[in-house]
């Protein structure tokens, strides 16, 4: 790794990025887009899975849900009770994946609007540290047995150590025969 050294009159020191915002030198790194100063580590790391998540009965109990791991990466809840597929394009909940350190974050879901998990990780509204993986999960039992398991709500990711909420989606997950 470079460090960057400045001689600040009588020795070399490692140097600090400051950049002036208009009014004072601050050691946030931004730059002026023309018309404000845009920081340039602002971005956002979270993406939330979005949609509706399906799985129809193929035998025994269907098992339809998410898992938010704790490497950062979102799975759905498949047919068995141990079987996870990417659930797609959005299959990350953190950008740095697989690198994440999920117990720097919580997760919740957040309401119901209607349904039911069979399982959760944590009640409704309570946040639940992402130091292993959180799985919510509705299942259906038989395909014999005529009906559907389905709940839609929101789930929340939030920074642990300041309570930001850093994304909020609503989701539907269907456990179909």
């Known amino acids: 790794m470079a460090v960057s050294k400045v001689y600040n009159g009588s020795s070399w020191v490692v140097g600090v990025l400051k950049v002036y915002n208009g009014s004072a030198w601050v050691e946030k790194p931004a730059f002026y887009n023309g018309s404000s100063w845009?920081?340039?580590?602002?971005?956002?790391?979270?993406t939330m899975p979005t949609g509706t998540f399906t799985k129809s009965n193929d035998g025994g109990t269907c098992y339809s849900g998410l898992v938010f791991r704790n490497d950062?990466?979102?799975?759905?809840?498949?047919?068995?009770?141990?079987?996870?597929?990417?659930?797609?394009?959005?299959?990350?909940?953190?950008?740095?994946?697989p690198s994440a350190s999920g117990s720097l974050y919580d997760v919740r879901c957040?309401?119901?609007?209607?349904?039911?998990?069979?399982?959760?990780?944590?009640?409704?509204?309570?946040?639940?540290?992402?130091?292993?993986?959180?799985?919510?999960?509705?299942?259906?039992?038989?395909?014999?047995?005529?009906?559907?398991?389905?709940?839609?709500?929101?789930?929340?990711?939030?920074?642990?150590s300041t309570g930001e909420v850093l994304g909020s989606e609503t989701v539907t997950v269907r456990a179909l025969n």
């Open 72 to 97: 950062g990466s979102v799975d759905t809840k498949g047919y068995g009770s141990t079987t996870y597929t990417q659930t797609g394009a959005g299959s990350l909940w953190h950008e740095d994946e």
């Open 38 to 46: 845009v920081d340039l580590y602002s971005g956002n790391p979270i």
């Open 110 to 160: 957040a309401s119901i609007s209607s349904g039911s998990w069979t399982s959760s990780a944590a009640s409704t509204g309570t946040w639940i540290q992402l130091n292993t993986d959180r799985h919510w999960y509705v299942s259906i039992a038989s395909k014999f047995s005529p009906g559907s398991k389905i709940i839609t709500c929101v789930m929340e990711i939030r920074l642990r």
